[in-house]
């Protein structure tokens, strides 16, 4: 290539009216200017005008305007010498909502087919910030490694737009539903909350109302999956109703989970488990219940687009150890039960933070040291200043493992861990602080524009309540039960989660969300008993009632 593909190689062309100062609605003009600039660049940008955002799907207005664009189209097309590609896209939506916009490339080295990038992992799919590296590798040069975006990548196909415009449709439907499940998430929680004070405050004559109170706990904790299942049908299949499947959904599974007695909290570790296998199974498969799932992520949003999202990371952890902590609690051979549980944190491990699949090296920072702590704990450890210098090597050691797969990949398809390490040891350690500075400003941005954060008050609220009522949780929690161990460590898994998570408080909430209905539950159970509340009538407590840290049958 020459000298004008490397610096300044562009030229800026304008047609439509609104587009700029040199502006021409004659498309033969505008050919001619198009055969001017490639005279004198080799990129050549064309701005074709903007539809009116606000003109309706069928007004005149807006035919006009498209029709305008589609004759500047075809004269640049007929300008552009036999070696040339032409990209065209839109880089805001044709109206006050936010959509999926077409992209479409043509010319050599281009086949028939779907268009997508690393940055995305999803066919079909790319983003604006990939399109300025894509510019500078069509004409020759190495995008700089500090540019934004990957390249585009080329896949030969029969592409199907019906599944390109469900992509939007399912992030349209996600986009307004996800506030009004949101808060009525967040509504559940204040009524359970307060009904289970008022309980447990009450001496006599609230059986039937624990009953109650102990099905709105299991339904709280039923929600992360119901959300994740509920996605296996398309979101804009459900035409504005999916909120009534969801709530459907979520009553079966709390249903299903209330037939299990094995223990007082036998029907949380069920949604626990649940959880636990529909999240590894799905990121493992490639993540399809992620996209435009409430508590997944979205294109239109484009927080991320592959492997496992932050929300999904925080009900991954906390459902992850409110299960195995329970498993240990019931199970009579500790030991057998303690390989499982290192078992099942490997596995959890690999899945939220391998770069082919979670991609999330939050998952490594949260999951790990909470993990090592946690198995050390169970396994008769007390928590000291060694078990913690432990945990930190061994996060250290596998984020060293991590980084060290990812350099070894080529560059245009590492992951997020990958570009910090690579780009870190190019800046000595700049882009690490950069990455630091920009995680805290966006924490505290989460915290104060988000929902979540009145979830999470909910549920301090409650369980400091919990703590006046029972100092330091002695009667439900005795010292050195499994139990114990599990609530201490989703404490620390919310407050990690906070720290080393650009989703910030949204992460810290979901684990609560668990917290609080493994906190709740036991604290419901001791109730029940003090007021000789008979086993019949209420379904969700077993035929003998298991102590904290009783061995199972």
């Known amino acids: 290539m020459d000298g004008r593909g490397a610096v300044g190689a562009a030229w800026m062309v304008s047609a439509g009216a609104g587009s700029g100062d040199a502006t021409s609605t004659d498309t033969g003009a505008v050919g001619l200017a198009v055969q001017r600039a490639l005279g004198r660049a080799d990129v050549v940008f064309v701005d074709a005008g903007q539809i009116p955002p606000n003109a309706p799907q069928t ?9 305008a664009a589609d004759g500047v189209l075809g004269a640049v097309a007929a300008q552009l010498p036999p070696t040339a590609r032409l990209m065209v896209l839109s880089v805001v939506p044709p109206g006050t909502a936010w959509h999926l916009e077409p992209v479409v490339v043509v010319g050599p080295g281009v086949p028939h087919g779907y268009v997508d990038s690393p940055s995305t992992r999803r066919l079909g799919l790319v983003t604006l910030t990939d399109v300025a590296p894509e510019i500078v590798r069509s004409v020759g040069a190495t995008p700089p490694a500090a ?40 509504v559940l929680h204040g009524v359970v909350y307060l ?58 599974l709390v249903a299903a989970a209330a037939r299990a007695r094995f223990h007082v909290l036998a029907s949380l570790f069920v949604l626990s488990a649940l959880t636990v296998v529909v999240l590894v199974a799905d990121v493992a498969t490639g993540a399809r219940l992620q996209v435009n799932s409430i508590l997944g992520y979205s294109p239109l949003t484009a927080d991320r687009f592959y492997g496992i999202g932050g929300t999904a990371l925080g009900v991954l952890v906390a459902s992850t150890l409110v299960a195995t902590t329970i498993y240990v609690d019931w199970s009579r051979r500790r030991r057998d039960a303690l390989r499982w549980v290192g078992a099942a944190f490997l596995v959890v491990v690999v899945v939220a933070g391998a770069s082919v699949l979670g991609a999330k090296v939050g998952s490594i920072l949260t999951m790990v040291p909470v993990f090592v702590v946690t198995l050390a704990a ?76 009145w979830l999470a008050l909910i549920v301090t609220l409650f369980l400091a309540y919990l703590l006046v009522r029972d100092h330091r949780f002695l009667r439900l929690l005795p010292h050195g039960s499994p139990l114990r161990v599990g609530a201490l460590a989703l404490v620390g898994a919310g407050v990690l989660g906070l720290l080393v998570n650009d989703t910030g408080i949204i992460i810290t909430s979901l684990v609560l969300v ?18 000789d509340v008979s086993a019949p009538t209420d379904s969700l407590r077993p035929a003998m009632t298991l102590a904290a840290g009783s061995p199972g049958p």
């Open 514 to 531: 668990y917290l609080g209905p493994f906190l709740g539950l036991l604290a419901l159970d001791a109730a029940d008993r003090r007021q």
């Open 378 to 453: 169970l396994a008769g450890v007390r928590l000291s200043w060694r078990t913690i210098a432990v945990a930190v090597g061994v996060t250290i050691a596998v984020l060293a493992i991590a980084g060290a797969v990812e350099l070894l990949r080529p560059a245009a398809t590492r992951s997020h861990l990958g570009e910090l390490v690579g780009s870190g040891a190019s800046s000595g350690g700049g882009s690490v602080v950069t990455v630091i500075l920009r995680k805290a400003s966006t924490d505290v941005r989460v915290f104060l524009e988000t929902v979540w954060s």
């Open 147 to 186: 540019m934004i975006g990957r390249p585009f990548r080329y896949r030969p196909a029969n592409p199907s737009l019906d599944r390109l415009a469900g992509l939007d449709r399912d992030g349209r439907a996600r986009a307004t539903s996800y506030f009004p499940i949101a808060l009525g998430f967040v």
């Open 59 to 67: 007004s005149e207005p807006r035919r006009e305007a498209v029709g």
């Open 195 to 252: 009904l289970a004070a008022w309980v447990l405050a009450r001496r006599r004559g609230a059986g039937r109302i624990i009953t109650v109170v102990r099905y709105g706990l299991l339904a709280i904790a039923a929600f992360p999956v119901a959300t994740f299942l509920l996605r296996i049908v398309p979101p804009a299949s459900w035409h504005g109703w999916g909120w009534l499947a969801f709530v459907g959904l979520d009553a079966a």
